[in-house]
């Protein structure tokens, strides 16, 4: 009887193990996560992506990283110079005018519609979205592309994590691939 109480002790224990596996295994482990917030929190992901509270530019912790919000608009374009709008969201430049997009997991409006580990890094390693458009300018990805591919996931994986926010971003205009 002893060792039936500890064979069924063996099994749950075998089954917890393999159950805590599969898990980490669907979702991004805490660390990795951690590792993208960080990363996020030091890479000025926020100063553009993020809609602001006020003039000295605190990102709204209501929705971080939702992308340009309805109610900026871009600056009148120039001549000869880059104009950004006062919360950094929409931009001005030779390229035309451009927005920050939403990058909270919204499967219609955020990255979640478009995105998946892979494309997201050969988004920021290639500087072409997943449609095949050019990512216009200012967005750093020649900056971001030096990133390892642990910290690019890290990224993801952190940024899968915000709270959805329902923001439709329009996007760049279409800038031709490069190659
Ligand atoms: C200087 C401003 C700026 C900074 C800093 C910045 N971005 Fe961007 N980002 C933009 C703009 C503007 C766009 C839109 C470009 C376009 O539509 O072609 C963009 C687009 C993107 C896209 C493509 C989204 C899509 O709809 O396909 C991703 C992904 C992205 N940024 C991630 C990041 C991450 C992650 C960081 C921080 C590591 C970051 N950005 C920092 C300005 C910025």
Redesign the pocket.
């Known amino acids: 009887m002893r060792n039936a109480v500890f064979a069924v002790g063996a099994v749950m224990i075998a089954v917890a193990t393999w159950s805590l596996g599969a898990g980490a295994a669907q979702s991004p482990t805490a660390s990795r996560v951690e590792r993208g917030r960080y ?2 929190s030091i ?3 926020h ?3 993020t809609p602001k509270i006020d003039a000295q530019m605190t990102p709204d912790p209501k929705r971080p990283l939702s992308g ?1 919000p309805m109610t900026t608009f871009p600056p009148v374009q120039g001549a000869n110079d880059i104009r950004a709008s006062l919360d ?2 929409a ?1 001005a430049g030779p390229w035309g005018n ?6 909270t997991p919204d499967k219609e409006t955020g ?1 979640g519609a ?2 998946n580990e892979a494309s ?1 890094i050969k ?2 390693r290639t500087g072409v ?3 095949g ?9 020649p900056v ?1 592309r030096n990133m390892t591919d642990e910290d690019l996931k890290s ?1 993801y994986a952190y ?1 899968t994590t915000l709270p959805p926010v329902k923001n439709v ?1 329009r ?2 205009p279409s ?1 031709k691939p490069s190659r």
């Open positions: 990363l996020v890479a000025a992901c100063d553009c992506h340009r950094l969201t931009w451009s927005y920050a997009a939403n990058l990255l478009r995105y997201f988004t920021i979205k997943p449609e458009e050019q990512l216009a300018p200012p967005m750093p990805w971001y990224v940024l971003v996007a760049a800038v």
